[in-house]
């Protein structure tokens, strides 16, 4: 079992940036990628950007070049610095992981607000 902690979300104005944290306990050796995903109210959840044990990246269109993900192994701690942020980048943000076995593992969410 992986457990997952966000953190970092908040109130920001347009062209402000935020820092999630997403810290993972549990069976950690398992992993095999963490990631960040966001879903609006009636829409379905997209992912946003994800990094591999290998430390390869992957970032959606829509955040491509403004958002960068990152990793701390020595804290089991994922980040997301979001820069140039938009008012429809406001939604929850969830932090995710998927172990050796394809099992996915989420947080509990943290909402990001980018007023205009």
């Known amino acids: 079992q992986v457990q997952l902690v966000e953190s970092g979300g908040g109130l920001v104005q347009a062209g402000g940036s935020l820092r999630l944290s997403c810290a993972a306990s549990?069976?950690?050796?398992?992993?095999?990628?963490m990631g960040w995903y966001r879903q609006a109210p009636g829409k379905q959840r997209e992912l946003v950007a994800f990094?591999?044990?290998?430390?390869?990246?992957n970032y959606s269109d829509s955040v491509k070049g403004r958002f960068t993900i990152s990793r701390d192994n020595a804290k089991n701690t994922v980040y997301l610095q979001m820069n140039s942020l938009k008012p429809e980048d406001t939604t929850v943000y969830y932090c995710?992981?998927?172990?050796?076995?394809?099992?996915?593992?989420w947080g509990q969410g943290t909402q990001v607000t980018v007023s205009s």
């Open positions: 995710n992981a998927v172990d050796r076995d394809f099992q996915r593992y």
């Open positions: 549990g069976s950690i050796s398992s992993i095999n990628a």
């Open positions: 990094i591999t044990i290998g430390g390869s990246t």
